[in-house]
């Protein structure tokens, strides 16, 4: 394994102070209240080192986006035996749209009830479409041309928009997963 130099450590921990720091003002005051300005003072940065870090107030929020996509594959190529890829990529939405922690649950309430948070979202969410339909594209022996896994990658990942406002999102899930499954068994049994 490959040491990490000094100065690639100190980058990574400024990094996590400031997505911290900004984390916590947005928790406590809302996204809107909170400026820059008042993250950088807090975290002891100049608003210049913010943006060496982040590209907008939006990111400062969003630094999980490796990892987001790394669930979402695993969730296709690692589901248990017998299950379908569907149904091991509908778990995983409702498992992540659902945390256990009060930390977790305050953070998605931050991200629902800020408009700017929400698009953001949505749109980092909607950037692991491409590496989704190449995992369906594998498990399903898709051509790597076919255009139903990138459907199907499009259409599971915009699940999460369409049952937001849903009083009973859980189920609100399952029920838009199942009527991909009508879709998605007709598609791919027709090999």
Not at 24 to 53: C, M, N, P, W, Y
Not at 71 to 85: F, K
Not at 149 to 158: G, I, Q, S, T, V
Request: proline residues 3%; aromatic residues 6%; hydrophobic residues 45%.
């Amino acid at each position: 394994m490959q040491e990490i130099s000094r100065r690639e450590r100190k980058k990574r921990q400024t990094r996590t102070t400031i997505g911290d720091t900004a984390l916590r003002l947005f928790l406590e005051r809302g996204f809107d209240a909170v400026s820059i300005k008042e993250i950088a003072d807090e975290a002891d940065v100049a608003v210049t080192t913010i943006f060496k870090h982040f590209p907008s107030k939006e990111a400062l929020i969003f630094d999980e986006d490796a990892d987001i996509e790394a669930g979402l594959v695993s969730a296709v190529r690692d589901r248990a035996p017998g299950q379908s890829v569907l149904d091991g990529l509908r778990d995983h939405i409702i498992a992540s749209s659902h945390p256990e922690s009060a930390e977790m649950r305050a953070f998605l309430r931050l991200i629902d009830e800020t408009p700017a948070l929400r698009d953001y979202g949505h749109r980092m969410w909607m950037r692991h479409e491409t590496a989704l339909a190449q995992a369906i594209a594998e498990e399903t022996g898709a051509a790597s041309d076919d255009i139903k896994p990138a459907a199907l990658a499009h259409f599971a990942l915009e699940t999460r928009a369409v049952v937001r406002d849903r009083a009973d999102r859980e189920q609100a899930l399952k029920d838009a997963f199942e009527l991909l499954a009508i879709g998605a068994d007709a598609a791919f049994l027709q090999r």
